[in-house]
């Protein structure tokens, strides 16, 4: 117990791809907004893994909308531009944005501040005060040590739903055999002439990577290598470095695996430079500060996404983000790296609101890629465009409560439907009632 006591009335926990969009919806609708964010940057998979393009941005090739949009105009209009619309090379993925990482998480944090929203960075939330089926409290620690924060409503953002997992709300870890897809370590090649490193339109350099694994240089998991221009000319990202078998939510794993993924991404700078031509001068750099965690819990909502939703192109009523991204399925367990189409071409899905909502606890929210649906919806709908529109949606659903007083599970989901459709997420207009 602590003397410390703060209070809000939105509590965000955690601040990745999701946190920022559900901290910035709920602030800009008047709401006093507390963010809590564990390390010392915004972000969270982005910022582990500096240079992730975002992807799965344009179903039918339109863009999703809302926040994503409005950050991606805003970094490409600076001067230099600072984001641009690539086309992914590999099989099934649509369209994605390549930014500047910097830029990219300072004007998140500008966006943050504008709206008014009390980031707390290097602040860890510990764990409910529940009070029946009310989170009355959250206990965090900072540098000074305890304190909580009392909060009408709390949105878990945290990628791994500790907070929601602790107020009861049920989960599953990893798929039906507790099993998770491999973490990642990423980092750049910087100095690379272009030209000749992708003059083969292979983005997963075969040829090359099959030599390195025969000859033992190579990790055996590095037979294929993606490898992406990256932003600036002449860096390549590479997010090729899996570590399988790791959970998540264990921070001795964790830390394990990042050494180890450390040790393997020098190894395969190495063999760039020495193997691949237009790599002969390059270095390794922005090497990743931890591992990029895909996958932990699936928290338990009032509605679980299904693969079969995502293959009908379910168009739910309550949806509040498009989605056609395929089935990204990365070394679950001994399986391998899949990216098979989720939906028909031409065609996607919704995200449902009820994903994001528990079953009982009132004043508690989820989103990003903690939301309540099975393996293979999962593996479509984790894409951080995607994760921060989850994010404006339950921030968004957080002040229409506040307004009220209702639960989170009292929101009117056609009113909240029409606040984002205003907000300019496209898409959710198309009302066809699945069967549920
Ligand atoms: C290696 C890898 C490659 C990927 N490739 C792509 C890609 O190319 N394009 C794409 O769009 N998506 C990609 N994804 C998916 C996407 O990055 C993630 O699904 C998305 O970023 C998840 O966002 P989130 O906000 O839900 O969670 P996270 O990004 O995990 O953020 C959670 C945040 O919460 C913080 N946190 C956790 N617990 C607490 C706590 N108790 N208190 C305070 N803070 C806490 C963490 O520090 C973190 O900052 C990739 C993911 C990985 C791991």
Redesign the pocket.
């Known amino acids: 117990m602590t003397d410390r006591v703060e209070d809000t009335d939105v509590l965000v926990?955690?601040?990745?791809?999701?946190?920022f969009g559900a901290a910035i919806a709920a602030a800009r609708q008047g709401a006093r907004v507390t963010l809590?964010?564990?390390?010392s940057k915004v972000?969270?998979?982005?910022?582990f893994?500096p240079g992730?393009?975002?992807?799965?941005a344009y179903p039918m090739d339109e863009i999703i909308g809302g926040l994503i949009e409005e950050l991606t105009v805003r970094l490409a209009s600076m001067d230099p531009p600072a984001a641009e619309k690539r086309n992914c090379t590999l099989d099934n993925f649509g369209p994605?944005i390549i930014y500047d990482h910097d830029l990219a998480t300072l004007t998140m944090f500008e966006m943050l501040e504008e709206a008014g929203v009390r980031v707390r960075l290097g602040?860890?939330?510990i764990a409910p005060d529940m009070d029946g089926d009310t989170v009355s409290a959250v206990q965090c620690c900072d540098r000074q040590g305890p304190f909580s924060i009392k909060s009408k409503y709390v949105i878990d953002?945290?990628?791994?739903g500790?907070?929601s997992a602790k107020a009861g709300v049920p989960y599953v870890l990893g798929d039906a055999s507790g099993n998770m897809m491999a973490?990642?370590i990423?980092f750049f090649m910087v100095g690379v002439d272009w030209k000749r490193a992708f003059a083969d339109p292979d983005p997963y350099f075969e040829k090359y990577a099959a030599k390195g694994v025969a000859e033992n240089r190579l990790h055996r998991d590095l037979a294929k290598l993606y490898l992406m221009r990256g932003f600036h000319e002449g860096t390549v990202f590479c997010?090729s470095v899996h570590v399988r078998g790791v959970d998540g939510t264990d921070p001795v794993a964790v830390g394990a695996a990042t050494q180890e993924g450390r040790r393997r991404c020098r190894q395969l700078a190495q063999f760039l430079r020495s193997d691949v031509p237009g790599f002969e001068n390059a270095h390794m750099s922005m090497l990743s500060p931890t591992v990029?965690?895909?996958e932990t819990r699936k928290l338990q909502g009032i509605y679980r996404l299904k693969g079969e939703d995502l293959a009908r192109a379910t168009k739910f009523e309550d949806g509040v983000v498009a989605c056609d991204n395929p089935i990204d399925d990365v070394m679950r367990a001994e399986g391998e790296m899949t990216h098979d189409a989720a939906i028909g071409s031409g065609q996607y899905y919704t995200i449902p609101f009820r994903s994001l909502v528990p079953e009982k606890v009132t004043n508690l929210m989820f989103?990003?890629?903690?939301l309540s649906a099975d393996p293979a919806a999962f593996a479509s709908v984790?894409?951080?465009?995607q994760?921060m529109a989850m994010g404006q949606a339950t921030g968004t659903a957080a002040a229409l409560a506040l307004r009220s007083g209702a639960t989170v599970q009292e929101v009117s989901r056609e009113e909240l439907v029409r606040c984002l459709s205003q907000q300019g997420i496209n898409r959710l207009n198309v009302v066809e009632m699945a069967a549920q």
Do not use: F, H, K
């Open positions: 926990v955690g601040g990745g791809t999701a946190g809590l964010e564990a390390t972000g969270g998979v982005m910022a893994c992730m393009p975002w992807g799965g994605e602040t860890i939330a953002c945290s990628g791994d500790d907070i973490v990642t990423s997010n990029g965690v895909r989103a990003g890629r903690i984790r894409g951080m465009p994760c």
